[in-house]
């Protein structure tokens, strides 16, 4: 991504939380992790790695639509809202930006794409996998 879109979106970082609280807050509650009250405390941290990956890509990433395994995991609804936070914070920027390239706005909004849902899909895995109940062998009978 070019760098002046990545000291916009760095910029802009207090309207991208106060959006991204907005539309995570319109979601359905589903679990007491999915309680917005709680999700916000994870904005900082998680911009944070999205500016480094912007200006860093990591070799491997994913994309393609978010959907866990469990219809009930809370990183789910906040990942969209902060992708969508994130998206219209880099289309108001371009759209502020005379003589943009085409080809490089679509590229630029397709990194910030792929990087927010590498993110996710890390993190929605790993608290997947935590609530995956482990099976025991204890009190099991031999077969």
Do not use: C
């Amino acid at each position: 991504m070019q760098e002046a879109f990545i000291r916009t979106l760095t910029t802009r970082r207090s309207q991208i939380r106060a959006r991204w609280e907005a539309l995570l807050r319109i979601e359905r509650v589903n679990s007491p992790l999915a309680n917005p009250d709680t999700l916000i405390f994870l904005f900082d941290q998680t911009l944070d790695e999205v500016i480094a990956m912007l200006r860093h890509p990591p070799v491997r990433r994913t994309s393609g639509p978010l959907e866990p395994a469990s219809g009930t995991n809370p990183l789910v609804a906040y990942f969209i809202a902060g992708e969508q936070a994130l998206l219209e914070a880099l289309i108001l920027a371009q759209a502020d930006t005379r003589g943009l390239d085409p080809v490089e706005r679509d590229i630029d909004l397709a990194e910030l794409k792929v990087i927010m849902r590498t993110i996710a899909r890390r993190d929605i895995g790993s608290l997947e996998g935590l609530a995956v109940p482990k099976k025991s062998s204890v009190g099991a009978s031999p077969v």
